[in-house]
């Protein structure tokens, strides 16, 4: 069984620095994340350049299979991640993420990597990584701290009122 440290918090907290740091420190193995998953899926469904949902998801994209026809990049992320596929299965990212680490382990030819997840969102992700035995870490708002115009989602707030973190 892999380690997982997941780590959740507010957007623009440093929960990818801090899995970034693990990993160069040589806690972990890998960095990962659920919306890496989400990004490669959504891009090849919608037909779009992956790396806009890396540094351009202000970008309008325009699709027949999109609400009226255009959404942003980010737009796509949340609409399509929460009210499409999570809305069919609430487990869809946690088994999408399940698939991940076996072929992460199979290209590293390591049984049992080290992972650190830096978007813990959901409940359903925050209770996958307790029942694998991983730890759970909670990164509070610095002094300071701004919510964005997209913090009111539910992927920002599912977790706010979860006492296991």
Known sequence: MSLIVGISGKIGTGK????NFLHEMGAVD???AFG??????????FNFDLELCYSGKDQVIFHADLP???????????????DICRALDSQYWVKRMEEEIEGL??????????LAIHDVRFKEEAQWVADR????VRVQPYPGWEPGDHAGHRSETDLDDWGEL
């Open 133 to 136: 035995g991983g730890v759970l």
């Open 16 to 19: 990818t620095s801090i899995a």
């Open 30 to 32: 890998q960095v990962t």
């Open 68 to 82: 009226n026809g255009t959404m942003s990049v980010r737009q796509i992320l949340q609409w399509y991640g929460t």
């Open 105 to 114: 382990e199979e290209e590293a030819r390591i049984p049992d990597i080290r």
């Open 36 to 45: 890496d998953v989400l990004k490669r899926e959504v891009a090849h469904r």
